[in-house]
């Protein structure tokens, strides 16, 4: 089975999840929670996956826009021959024509950080979704976050992910359930409309249960903004301390 037909054999398995979740109405206690999972599920069952990056050297690394400091690390990787490293306030923005409007989507992916869960906070990873730099650019600020954009940033020191807009938090939550750092865990990142409300629902994968489980509860915008025709995604680092990322996924409502 080739890598493509396998990634649409799990979203069909985890389609079928959510809908018989939706179904039985397991934990959820409000109208407004059983609406935000109908939604979630359009939205799902509209995904189609639009990108895959392993890194190879077929694809290179043209198909992004990169600030900061990064490289490819060919010893540290979950597909060789490498994963894509930044250090301080890097980041990449993706410039395949089919990623660059995405208003609703997910992004999956492997990362990994240098650091394991403490008690501090200042270091940790970033995903970035509708960014509206124009292919040839990546705009963040001192922290690493998009400017012209969102950008869902993971502490690895603090229990904590938070939703951020142009460098300023809308909110945060803190962690329910992960995997350690400093070590590689499969995460992704969904976000879409649910009245008026943008959603953003950050998820890692336990490989025992062989199930995606949230993070957080749900990090909510209730004036969601950066609505522009550019509503690029991409993935990034903050301070101190490196991140990896590999066999990137960006899905699309379509």
């Known amino acids: 089975m080739d890598l493509e037909s396998l990634k649409w054999d799990e979203h069909n398995l985890d389609l079928y999840r959510i809908e018989?979740?939706?179904e039985e109405y397991m934990g959820l206690k409000s109208e407004?929670?059983?609406?935000?999972?109908?939604?979630?599920?359009?939205v799902c069952r509209n995904l189609k996956l639009v990108f895959f990056e392993d890194n190879s050297p077929e694809r290179g690394t043209d198909d992004w826009d990169f600030t900061g400091w990064w490289t490819l690390n060919t010893s540290i990787y979950v597909s060789p021959p490498a994963s894509v490293e930044f250090g301080d306030h890097a980041g990449a923005l993706c410039k395949?024509?089919?990623?660059l409007d995405i208003p609703e989507g997910r992004l999956v992916f492997y990362v990994r950080h240098a650091d394991d869960w403490h008690d501090t906070y200042t270091t940790g990873w970033n995903i970035h979704f509708r960014v509206n730099d124009d292919v040839g650019g990546f705009s963040v600020d001192g922290s690493g976050f998009a400017v012209n954009g969102y950008?869902?940033?993971?502490?690895?020191?603090?229990?904590?992910?938070?939703?951020?807009?142009?460098g300023s938090k809308v909110t945060g939550k803190g962690i329910i359930s992960a995997p350690h750092a400093n070590q590689w865990g499969k995460y992704r990142v969904t976000f879409w409309i649910s009245e008026d409300v943008l959603i953003v629902r950050k998820?890692?994968?336990?490989g025992?249960?062989?199930e995606w489980k949230k993070m957080i509860d749900d990090l909510t915008d209730v004036s969601p903004t950066f609505e522009e025709p550019n509503n690029r995604v991409g993935i990034g680092n903050r301070y101190w301390y490196n991140s990896w990322f590999d066999d990137i996924e960006i899905w699309k409502r379509i």
């Not at 940033?153 to 229990?159: D, N, P, Q, R, S």
């Open 32 to 42: 407004r929670e059983i609406k935000i999972e109908e939604d979630y599920l359009r």
């Open 203 to 206: 998820e890692w994968y336990d």
């Open 151 to 166: 950008t869902v940033h993971t502490w690895v020191h603090g229990y904590s992910v938070e939703l951020w807009e142009g």
């Open 208 to 210: 025992g249960a062989e």
């Open 20 to 22: 018989r979740r939706l």
């Open 96 to 99: 395949v024509t089919e990623t």
